[in-house]
C-alpha cells in the first residue's frame, strides 16, 4: 500500500511539522483570546495582514526576526481594535470579528497594491532556512522531521509550552482565565476584567500574525491574496478540538496537518489520480467539522465565553 | 468607563453618532485615497457619480444590489434569532447550481411552469445546505458560526468539481463554466431595453415577505424571542430548536435566490466567479439595516452604490478598488458602535 508507505518517511512529517506551524501560532493566539472570554473572528484577516505586514518588513530591508515583529505589532493593533470594541463597548463579538476581518484583508490588498503597482507576479525575499539541530537531528526518521525545520517552527512548539505554563502556573493566567470563566472574580482581586481581556486579545491577535507571517517568511518566500485561504477557520476550530488546552490544540494541530500533507501525497499517487483534485481540498475543511462534532459532547467551553461583562444589557 | 443605558433618547441622540460614523467612513476613505496619490476631496464625489450620476449607473447599482438584499435579508433573518449563518456564500450557490441544473432544458416542462419551478427548487436547495449546519448545533452543539464558514470553502470547491466535470459546457473553450439556460428560465428585463431585470423585483418583494412574518406572523416573535433569550423563550414554551431550523431554512432559502436571480437575470451560466463574496457583503447590509428587512433594501443600495462607484473611481483616479471593501468595513464597525451610542453614554468610574 502506497499510502502506508508514506507513513513511514521522514519528509512526510516534516511536511506535517511545517504545515501544522502556522495553525499552532494562530491557535494558540486564538486560544488566549478565548480563554479571556473574547471570541476572536478576526483571525482570519490579521493572518492575511500578518503574512504581508512581516514579508513586505523583509523585501523593505528588515531582518527576518525585525520582520517577525513587524507581523506581531500589525496584529497587535487589529487585536487593539477588536477588543476596544467587544470589551468596553460590549459590541457584538461576531460582528466586530468579521468586520476586521474584512477589514485586515482589505486594507492589506489596498497596501499591497500600493506598494507593488506595477508587479504581476510577487517579489520573493530571503526566507527562513531550516537550521538542522546538532545531534538531534541525526536522530532517523525523527531528526529530519522534528529538528531539521526552520527557527519559527522551533519557535512555535516552544510558545506552547510557554503559553501552558503561563496560563495554568502563574498569577498572570489564573487572572486570565478567571475573565474566561467568571470575571466577578477577577474584580474580588483587584484586577480589571478589561485590561485583561483586553491584553489578551492584543497578544493573541500577535500571534495570529506572526502565524500568518510564517506563511510568507518560512513556508514560502513570497505573498500571494488567497494564501490564508481559510486557515483561520480551521484554527478556530482546533481550539475547539484542543478544549481550550494548549497541549491539546498542538496535539490537534499536528494531526490536522498530518492529514493534509497525506491528501498532498495521496493526490500523486495512481488512486489520486482517479479522484478529482476538489475532494482532496475539501478534506481539511470536512475534518475539521468531523472533529468539531467529536468533541462537542467533551468540550469545556470557558463559562463566560461572549459574555461581555458589567455592561448590561446590549 | 462604564456604559449607562439612556431612558429616553433625544432626536439629537439618536442621529448624532451615526451621522459623525458616516461621515468618518468618508474622512477615512478620502484619506486613503489621497495616500493611493488622488485628490482627497475628488473621490466620494466620482464614487457618487459613477454610482448614481446615470440612467447607466443606477442601473448598475440596482442589479449589483439585487443580490445583496437576498444575501442582506437571508443574515438579518437569520441573526434576529441569534442564529450566526456566514454560510450564505455557500446558499447562494446552491440556488445558482439548482438554476442551471433544471434551467438549461434537461426537463420538458411547459415554459410557463419553468421559473417558477427553478424559483422553488432553488430556495428548497439553499433551505437543505443550511439545514445540516441548524441540525448539527441542535444534535451536537456544534456552533454554527464554524460550520457555516467552513461549508463556504466546501460547497465552493464541490461546485468548482462539477464546472470542471459533468457540469462542463461542451462549448465553453475548456473554462470551467456551466451551459447556458434557455431564454424560457431567464428572468425577463422590468422595462424593455432597460438592463434590470426581475430579480430586483422579487428582491423587494421577499423584503415585504420578510417584514410581515417579521412583525405580524407568530413565527416572526418566535424567532425574536429565541433571539433575546434562548432560555426565557423555551420557558415561555417556545419550541426552540424548531424555531431554529424553521429560521435556517428560510435563510438558506433567500441566500439561495440571490444566486438564483443573478444566474437568470444577469449572467445565464454558472461559473466560479459568480459572487465576488456577496454572502459575505450581506452580512455589512444586513447590520447596517439593523436587521429590518425594509432597511436591508436600502443598506443594500448604499453598498452596491460604494460598490459600483468604488470600480469607477479606481479607473478615474487610479485608486485600488479594495477602497470599497476598507470603507465597508469601516462603515460596518464604526456604525455598530455608533448604534450603540444612541442607546448608551459613557461614564467615567
Known sequence: MEIIDILFTASFWAAAIRISSPLIFATLGELICERAGVLNLGIEGIMVAGAFAGWMAVYSGTGLWAGVCVAMLVGMLFGLLHSTLTVPFGLSQHVVGLGVTLLATSSTYYAYRLALPEVTSPPKIEAFQPYEIPILSDIPLLGPALFSQTPLTYLAFILVAVVGVVLYRTPLGLAVRAAGENPATVVAQGLSVTAIRMGSVMVGSGLMAVGGAFLTMSAFDSFFFEMVNGRGWICIALVVFGTWRPGKALLGAVLFAAFDALQIRVQQTSLGTHIPYQIFLMMPFILSIFALILMSRRAEVPAALMVPFNKGER | ?349
Open chain 2, 1 to 349: 468607563m462604564r456604559l449607562e443605558p439612556i431612558k429616553n433618547p433625544t432626536l439629537v441622540r439618536k442621529l448624532v453618532p451615526p451621522a459623525i460614523a458616516l461621515i468618518s467612513t468618508v474622512v477615512i476613505a478620502s484619506f486613503l485615497a489621497m495616500v493611493a496619490g488622488a485628490n482627497p476631496f475628488s473621490v466620494i464625489g466620482l464614487i457618487l457619480k459613477g454610482s448614481f450620476g446615470s440612467q447607466f449607473a443606477i442601473l448598475e447599482t440596482l442589479n449589483r444590489a439585487t443580490p445583496l438584499i437576498f444575501t442582506g435579508l437571508a443574515v438579518a433573518v437569520a441573526f434576529r434569532a441569534k442564529f450566526w449563518n456566514i454560510g450564505a456564500e455557500a446558499q447562494l450557490y446552491a440556488g445558482a447550481l439548482m438554476t442551471v441544473l433544471l434551467g438549461t432544458g434537461v426537463f420538458p416542462w411547459p415554459s410557463f411552469a419553468i421559473l417558477p419551478l427553478i424559483i422553488v427548487a432553488s430556495i428548497l436547495a439553499g433551505a437543505v445546505v443550511l439545514l445540516v449546519p441548524a441540525l448539527l448545533k441542535i444534535r451536537f452543539g456544534v456552533d454554527e458560526v464554524v460550520t457555516t464558514l467552513l461549508f463556504n470553502f466546501i460547497f465552493l470547491l464541490f461546485i468548482s468539481m462539477l464546472l470542471e466535470g459533468v457540469l462542463k459546457d461542451p462549448m465553453g473553450m475548456g473554462w470551467p463554466k456551466s451551459a447556458r439556460i434557455i431564454p424560457e428560465a431567464k428572468l425577463p428585463r422590468i422595462v424593455d431595453g432597460l438592463r434590470l431585470h426581475w430579480g430586483f423585483g422579487l428582491a423587494v418583494f421577499s423584503a415585504i415577505c420578510i417584514w410581515i412574518i417579521q412583525n405580524r406572523r407568530t413565527l416572526g416573535y418566535e424567532m425574536r424571542a429565541v433571539g433575546l433569550n434562548r432560555d426565557a423563550a423555551a420557558f415561555a414554551g417556545i419550541p426552540v430548536n424548531v424555531v431554529i431550523v424553521k429560521t435556517a431554512l428560510l435563510s438558506g432559502g433567500l441566500a439561495a435566490l440571490a444566486g438564483f436571480s443573478e444566474v437568470a437575470g444577469l449572467k445565464g451560466s454558472l461559473t466560479l466567479d459568480l459572487s465576488p463574496g456577496f454572502g459575505y457583503t450581506g452580512i455589512i447590509v444586513a447590520m447596517l439595516a439593523l436587521l429590518n428587512p425594509l432597511g436591508v433594501i436600502v443598506a443594500a443600495l448604499f453598498v452596491a452604490g460604494i460598490f459600483v462607484g468604488a470600480d469607477s473611481m479606481s479607473r478615474a483616479a487610479d485608486v485600488p478598488t479594495y477602497l470599497a471593501d476598507i470603507m465597508l468595513a469601516t462603515a460596518l464597525l464604526l456604525m455598530v458602535l455608533a448604534i450603540m451610542l444612541t442607546r448608551f453614554r459613557v461614564v467615567r468610574d
